[in-house]
């Protein structure tokens, strides 16, 4: 187990029914917070830093790392977390991914991160964070901690563009080019997204990076 600060800010422990040999839970906040989008930046930035010592105790394999919020998407527990699970090697879905940068729709910029809606978005606001400057390892990068401050930040917008909390799920990819991809549930994935790989999204990208966009705007 790992606990950050004094009384305990941020702590990690083992999953009670982990699926995979080594997998862990970093919960966010002593306080009784549902969403990451609750937290202040210093808060969301100690858990960045949870996120990479339990890397550098265990430097073997690849770190998946990843959020789930909301029943719809798998989350099993109210209060605010995330996991980490090791794995033998990189995913296929991390092996697989290939291609430049996509900043056509651009929500959010903070410092050397951006934040966008992917022109080949699968669902209804699905957002892309990344360094402004590719960069390959995520855990040895300056930047992991305002990238998770920025899905706060996007979750803030999403609960406000949708007039409630949002289920959800993200996860950190690191590697040839490492980003943070958000994937809200606010659809149903059936047989053509499944089976076939196809997705149907019912909103462009242009259209949903410019709503949360607007959101800012409306509620400074």
């Known amino acids: 187990t790992l606990a950050i600060g004094d009384p305990w800010r941020v702590r990690v422990v083992p999953n009670l029914y982990p699926a995979f040999e080594r997998q862990e839970v970093v919960v966010h906040a002593p306080e009784h917070v549902r969403s990451l989008a609750e937290l202040e930046d210093r808060q ?3 858990v960045a830093e949870a996120w990479r010592r339990r890397r550098e105790a265990q430097p073997t394999g690849y770190l998946h790392a990843l959020v789930n919020e ?13 996991q980490l699970v090791w794995l ?36 209804p606001y699905e957002l892309l964070i990344e360094p402004s400057e590719p960069e390959e390892d ?8 305002t990238a998770l401050q920025v899905l706060a930040e996007l979750l803030r917008r999403l609960h406000v563009a949708c007039e409630g909390p949002v289920p959800v799920n993200a996860w950190l990819h690191t590697g040839r080019r490492w980003h943070i991809e958000v994937f809200p549930r606010l659809t149903v ?5 499944l089976g076939a790989g196809i997705y ?3 909103l462009a990208p242009e259209d949903a990076a410019a709503e949360l966009r607007q959101v800012t705007e409306s509620t400074s």
């Open 44 to 46: 969301v930035a100690l």
């Open 200 to 202: 149907v999204n019912t």
């Open 70 to 82: 909301g029943k719809a998407a798998g989350g099993s527990l109210a209060h605010s977390h995330s």
């Open 88 to 123: 033998a090697g990189p995913p296929p879905a991390v092996t697989l991914e290939h291609g430049e940068p996509d900043r056509d729709n651009i929500v959010v910029e903070r410092g050397d991160v951006v934040a966008t809606c992917p022109r080949a978005g699968r669902v």
């Open 138 to 145: 995520a855990w040895t990068s300056d930047l992991l901690p």
């Open 189 to 193: 994935l059936a047989g053509v997204e």
